[in-house]
């Protein structure tokens, strides 16, 4: 290829002829065909629109809340998970020993979980260790979500269980009342 000629090209007397009609060919091409078709129509929406057209005042509906969301626990490990079943099948069959050595296996897998320390409360409720019973529950509402309200009015139950057995009064109806509110 030859080189350009710098002053040639700037002598040239059709570039900017040339220049103009791809300019005008850019801008044609942006405007595009007009429109045919009809603007899009506007619907009403709502009571009040329609009452306000009539001279009618608009009509307020009261007021109610949304539906209280329901707290969806995150699903435990795999290996919690089996644990967890077998610790509840030995419950069920009475073996509180195992299902106290299930549990505690499964917490140190997964030590921040309030369902096993829960779980583990349980069983100590029915081997009768009414105190270790508070502690643990305890431990659960500690490490529970604050929007897991179920699972603190259950912890909360087996307090005042626990409390009552150990012959706490006053302290079982205040549980019992904290139960009665997260429930």
Known sequence: MPPVNQAAFTRCK??????????????????????????AEVEERGAASSGSVRGEAPQVAAYTPPAQPTYARPAPKRAVGVLMRRAQDQHRG????????????ALRISPDDAVLW?????VRMSQRSYTLVTQLAAKSNALADRDDRNLRGANWALIAQARRALGDASGARLAEQRATELR
């Open 14 to 39: 059709t570039w900017p002829v040339l220049f103009a009609s791809l300019l005008a060919l850019l801008l044609s091409a942006c405007g595009g065909l007009p429109r045919s078709e009809r603007p």
């Open 94 to 105: 009475g073996d509180l020993d195992g299902a106290t050595v299930s549990l505690e296996r």
């Open 118 to 122: 829960h779980r583990l409360a349980e």
